[in-house]
């Protein structure tokens, strides 16, 4: 059979699919259907098995327990709190509702691995407030989309999750990884917010005492120590990521209920549901992507597309800028789930052979896809932005701009100093 042609079904299909509106989810089943049509491996009951075996594995538990931690964290008053304390020390200074942003944005970024979930509790809290002290709409609007997608970098993070258990990964590795990006992707944020501060004409606050400052961190003490608690068990081996996972969603249970008491037991349906309704749309990404990247296999795709950058496999600089170049152009189109479930599986090994760290290059595959998450036209932080916001989308992709060009600027600092990532992550290991 034509590899081909079986890679021409495989991009057309998906943007027809997703040209007339099909969900994601059932793309990569359709699309799937019609690769195994045109390889002459059809059978329903093989598709059936694919489905199944997407969302049979155990660490792919971890996921509905974080999208369950982070529905906690919001009713239960955690995210309010942490807002509220960042505020507290640097809501004064000129711009402080940005560096408010950023600061709640890493923090919250700690705790629930879902870029989703910190931009629309970012988005909800933050973005009426900078409104009513005079900050620019897009701009703020653009900075809390930027914030949010720092979330699947530092751990504890879903796509790592979803990377490594597609890859076969270490996905505490992984977690490790991003620790230092992600705080060079709030470092990076802070010095865009200032120079974007020079065309902003906005007043000083005045600072709180020291005493309202240090009541609103230890009413955050609880929030604080969550990731202290899944960081640091998963580095000294108390517990696994899966398990992490159902820590963290206990222990937001528990501080929701019993420590800040914000959240009644009548609320506790209408959390459930919402973390259930959200990790079905994940499951069933998974379980599609499995369907599409059985029949990439089937097709040796991935040996096609080794062997058109087989030149490259002695330059592992210029490979990972031509494989970020490639995932830049797949990211503008498809979210990141989909992009890990398909894509990943087929340059990993393209990436191993040329002698890259394999979770050096997950890192950077988590990276360019979070970035994809602000890239329109799909940009799904966008659209959450816009959504909350009630905006137009275009607002939100001018104000998100300079953001965007900061991490562009980090990830090719990455490609060119590997060490960034690999040092750090030897001795954390």
């Known amino acids: 059979m034509n590899q081909g042609l079986v890679a021409i079904v495989f991009v057309v299909g998906m943007l027809a699919f997703m040209g007339i509106g099909t969900p994601m989810a059932f793309a990569l089943v359709l699309t799937g259907a019609s690769m195994a049509w045109v390889l002459d491996f059809w059978d329903t009951q093989l598709l059936a098995q694919n489905l199944v075996a997407g969302v049979d594995s155990f660490p792919l538990l971890a996921v509905p327990f974080f999208i369950l931690a982070g529905e906690l964290m919001n009713a239960?008053?955690?995210?309010?709190?942490?807002?509220?304390?960042?505020?507290?020390?640097?809501?004064?200074?000129?711009?402080?509702?940005?560096?408010?942003?950023?600061?709640?944005?890493?923090?919250?970024?700690?705790?629930?691995?879902?870029?989703l979930a910190d931009t629309a509790a970012l988005a909800t809290i933050l973005l009426p407030m900078m409104r009513a002290h005079g900050y620019p709409v897009s701009t703020s609007a653009g900075l809390i989309a930027a914030g949010g997608v720092i979330a699947p970098i530092i751990p504890p993070s879903m796509p790592f999750i979803i990377y490594g258990v597609t890859t076969n990964t270490s996905i505490s590795a992984l977690f490790m990884s991003g620790i230092v990006p992600g705080l060079m992707m709030g470092a990076g944020l802070i010095v865009a917010w200032k120079l974007q501060l020079r065309k902003i004409d906005l007043p000083a606050g005045t600072p709180l005492p020291f005493a309202k400052r240090m009541h609103e961190t230890v009413k955050a003490f609880w929030a604080l120590l969550m990731p202290i608690i899944i960081i640091g068990g998963m580095k000294t081996g108390i517990f696994t990521p899966t398990e992490a996972a159902v820590v963290a969603a206990f222990y937001a249970m528990v501080i929701a209920f019993f420590v800040h008491r914000e959240m009644k037991i009548a609320e506790l349906h209408g959390v459930l549901v919402r973390a259930a309704k959200t990790t079905a749309v994940v499951m069933f990404l998974c379980a599609g992507a499995q369907v599409a990247s059985y029949m990439i296999t089937l097709a040796d795709l991935p040996g096609t597309l080794s062997e058109w950058l087989g030149p490259l496999i002695g330059q592992p600089k210029l490979l990972m800028a031509v494989m970020m170049v490639i995932l830049i152009m797949i990211g503008t189109a498809l979210d990141l789930t989909p992009t890990i479930l398909i894509i990943a599986p087929v340059m990993l090994p393209i990436a191993v052979k040329a002698g890259i760290d394999p979770v050096y290059f997950g890192l950077m595959f988590i990276?360019?896809?979070s970035i994809g998450l602000i890239t329109p036209p799909v940009g799904t932080v966008l659209n959450v932005v816009a959504g909350v916001g009630r905006m137009r989308m275009y607002e939100v992709v001018k104000g998100v701009k300079p953001f965007l060009i900061t991490y562009v600027m980090i990830l090719l600092l990455l490609v060119l100093f590997p060490q960034i990532v690999t040092a750090p992550l030897a001795w954390m290991r």
């Not at 020390?89 to 870029?115: D, E, K, Q, Y």
């Open 367 to 369: 990276l360019n896809g």
């Open 76 to 115: 239960g008053g955690i995210s309010r709190r942490i807002i509220t304390m960042a505020q507290a020390w640097v809501g004064h200074i000129r711009g402080g509702l940005g560096f408010v942003t950023i600061g709640a944005a890493i923090l919250m970024a700690s705790m629930s691995g879902s870029a």
